[in-house]
C-alpha cells in the first residue's frame, strides 16, 4: 500500500491550502485516514482523524480552521486549512489504516512521504 501526499506551499498568515493523500495498492477496505504534522525540533502531532464511520477529530490547535474530508471510493482524504498561521509550519503527513483482506484481524498503518508547509508571518 502506498500513499502519496501533495499540495504543500508557502502560503501568507491568512492564508489557505489543501492537502490531498491517495491510498493505492492491496487495499480491501481503509478503517480511517489522518493528517499528522511534525514541526522542526518538535514530536510530530496529530492534526486531524476521519474514520469510516464518519468519526472526525481535531488537535484543539486547528479547530475551526482545518477541515477533514474523504472520498472512499477513491481511498483519498484531503485538508483544508484555512487562516493559516506560522505555527501551522511543519512537514505534513497522511496515515491511512488499511485492510488489505477481508479477514484480517487489525488494521496495518502506511504513511505518505510528507508535504511540507510554510506559513510566512
Known amino acids: 500500500v502506498q500513499l502519496q501526499a501533495s499540495g504543500g506551499g508557502l502560503v501568507q498568515g491568512g492564508g489557505s491550502l489543501t492537502l490531498s493523500c491517495a491510498a493505492s495498492?492491496?487495499?480491501?477496505?481503509?478503517?480511517?485516514m489522518a493528517w499528522y504534522r511534525q514541526a522542526p525540533g518538535k514530536e510530530r502531532e496529530s492534526v486531524a482523524f476521519?474514520?469510516?464511520?464518519?468519526?472526525?477529530t481535531y488537535a484543539d490547535s486547528v479547530k475551526g480552521r482545518f477541515t477533514i474530508s474523504r472520498d472512499n471510493t477513491k481511498n483519498t482524504v484531503h485538508l483544508q486549512m484555512n487562516n493559516l498561521k506560522p505555527e501551522d509550519t511543519a512537514v505534513y503527513y497522511c496515515?491511512?489504516?488499511?485492510?488489505?483482506?477481508?479477514?484480517?484481524?487489525?488494521?496495518?498503518?502506511?504513511w505518505g512521504q510528507g508535504t511540507l508547509v510554510t506559513v510566512s508571518s
Open positions: 496515515n491511512a489504516l488499511v485492510r488489505s483482506t477481508p479477514t484480517m484481524g487489525f488494521p496495518r498503518a502506511y
Open positions: 495498492g492491496n487495499i480491501f477496505r481503509i478503517d480511517a
Open positions: 476521519k474514520d469510516t464511520g464518519g468519526t472526525t
